[in-house]
T-cell receptor, first 112, second 113 residues
Framework: GEDVEQSLFLSVREGDSSVINCTYT??????LYWYKQEPGAGLQLLTY?????DMKQDQRLTVLLNKKDKHLSLRIADTQTGDSAIYFC????????????FGKGTRLSVIA | EAGVAQSPRYKIIEKRQSVAFWCNPI?????LYWYQQILGQGPKLLIQ????????DSQLPKDRFSAERLKGVDSTLKIQPAKLEDSAVYLC???????????FGSGTRLTVV
């Protein structure tokens, strides 16, 4: 079955790095995603990683994937107050027409 | 490219009333999803359409929820009658294919009192 777990809260100081962690259960996951949700807004795709990759870097964002441990992390370098939001991890299993399965989200608070 | 449009943005109704939400996906996106996001939780899939056919509605409470996607484009989600526990944000998303390139709308925040 599919299950995605995240820690609920993270607080960091402006300028520090943030690391948001996620674990998933389905080893058949093909893609893993990070979405950002600001208050009153929909989900914005931040980045994704294919399951055959270990790492992906995109400007301030670094995604690390440990398939053996089914662990995904999102590192935000030089965190800014504008990064304050809820971050969702989601997995996609390429089997039939399965949709994305989301975690409960990690609320990132950036302290100035 | 225009995004996924949803309306209304907010809705407050009394329990046992009916409500409908509308979604207009990105042009050319064959797959359309309705997700329910209860406060403090991640989005949970309610129903998935491929063109105008239902692919997955296993999590849709069919005794009170219904959805349709006319002509494989716009979609409506209806709740009749609403319960207090239906208070949530209802998110519509669309994608070209299954599982990749989801684009979400801003959602409709429903409050049932």
């Amino acid at each position: 079955g599919e299950d995605v777990e995240q820690s609920l809260f993270l607080s960091v100081r402006e300028g520090d790095s943030s690391v948001i962690n996620c674990t998933y259960t389905d080893s058949s996951s093909t893609y893993l995603y990070w979405y950002k949700q600001e208050p009153g807004a929909g989900l914005q795709l931040l980045t994704y990683i294919f399951s055959n990759m270990d790492m992906k870097q995109d400007q301030r964002l670094t995604v690390l994937l440990n398939k053996k441990d089914k662990h995904l992390s999102l590192r935000i370098a030089d965190t800014q107050t504008g990064d304050s939001a809820i971050y969702f991890c989601a997995e996609f299993v390429n089997s039939g027409n399965t949709p994305l399965v989301f975690g409960k989200g990690t609320r990132l608070s950036v302290i100035a | 490219e225009a995004g996924v449009a949803q309306s209304p943005r907010y809705k407050i109704i009394e329990k046992r009333q009916s409500v409908a939400f509308w979604c207009n996906p990105i042009s050319g996106h064959a797959t359309l999803y309705w997700y329910q996001q209860i406060l403090g939780q991640g989005p949970k899939l309610l129903i998935q359409f491929q063109n105008n056919g239902v692919v997955d509605d296993s999590q849709l409470p069919k005794d009170r929820f219904s959805a349709e996607r006319l002509k494989g484009v716009d979609s409506t989600l209806k709740i009749q009658p609403a319960k207090l526990e239906d208070s949530a944000v209802y998110l519509c998303a669309s994608s070209v294919g299954t599982g990749f390139g989801y684009t979400f709308g801003s959602g409709t925040r429903l409050t049932v009192v």
